[in-house]
């Protein structure tokens, strides 16, 4: 599944896609008083932070938001969960993520509840429980100009890798960045690029016109390595070292070390594994 009209952003390696691959809000139905169902061509399943939930515009209908001037319809986002108050016909979590706090709502649905008789006393299930991390899909809500977000049964669900808290709040950013910096190689952070190339010359790169100091100490190689990145059309996903030697005919471990050079100095970060990187400044 694809993240909507985010470029060629595609679904995590976490899940991130959402229940029944699509943040529970896929299938057509009903959400109890969480408004009208609604059907869409096309799904749009976007990382946020909770800061961004809060600061979303609000749509003239009061019931569409907006973040980064985007339309956003469903969402997903990783924080703790703080409290849990459980009514008769929801269950109201209180998340933190460190950027703000927000309610999520989980209506009840019989039908669901039916069909797994055993959910909530299988032992074998990891349970939601307070001061706990969480993955959450839903809508973003407005009511009594009070936000919440809405949810489906299976719309919240326990956090099992810790690595998922970080990983959400690095794709979060990049998907925010790709709204208000352009996607890599694109008209705003690459069209200058594009036209001027980028040119070492002694401790500098030429960036679209402008030049940026690299630390000095830096390596030939970690230079050379800088340069390809920078250079090199690409995805949010940046580029694997594989590739990286193979353009600048360099040798594997020559290209792993360089990157550890680059990475210990903060000019580069991991995306996909270790052995794929992308620049930080192309955001």
């Known amino acids: 599944m694809e993240y909507g009209n985010y470029g060629n952003y595609s679904t995590t390696s976490y899940g991130a896609q959402g229940p029944a691959g699509g943040g529970g809000f896929v299938n057509s139905g009903s959400q109890e008083n969480a408004g009208p169902s609604k059907t869409y061509g ?94 959450v899909f839903g809508m973003l809500k407005s009511f009594g100009n009070k936000r919440h977000v809405g949810v489906k049964t299976g719309g919240i669900r326990p956090i099992a890798d810790f690595n998922e808290v970080q990983y959400h709040l690095l794709e979060a950013t990049a998907v925010h960045l790709y709204f208000t910096k352009g996607p890599l190689g694109g008209a705003k952070g690459g069209e200058a690029g594009q036209t001027n190339g980028a040119q070492t010359n002694g401790g500098d790169v030429s960036m679209g016109g402008t030049k940026k100091m690299l630390p000095a100490g ?52 991991t995306t996909m594994d270790d052995n794929t990187w992308a620049l930080l400044d192309d955001f």
């Open 42 to 135: 096309k799904d749009s399943l976007r990382p946020v932070t909770i800061k961004q939930i809060n600061e979303a515009e609000s749509g003239s209908d009061g019931d569409s938001f907006k973040i980064d001037g985007a339309d956003m319809m469903q969402l997903t986002f990783v924080a703790q969960i703080q409290n849990i108050s459980r009514q008769a016909v929801n269950t109201i979590y209180k998340l933190d993520d460190g950027t703000g706090s927000v309610e999520v709502k989980q209506w009840i649905d019989p039908d669901a509840a039916a069909a797994n008789p055993g959910d909530d006393t299988n032992p074998s299930k990891p349970k939601l429980v307070e001061n706990t991390y969480a993955r």
């Open 218 to 269: 830096l390596s030939a190689a970690a230079r050379r390595v800088y340069q390809c990145l920078q250079s090199t059309p690409q995805t949010n996903e940046g580029l694997h070292m594989q590739e990286i030697a193979g353009k600048l005919g360099m040798d594997m471990a020559n290209v792993g070390k360089a990157g550890d050079e680059l990475l210990n100095h903060g000019l580069l970060y």
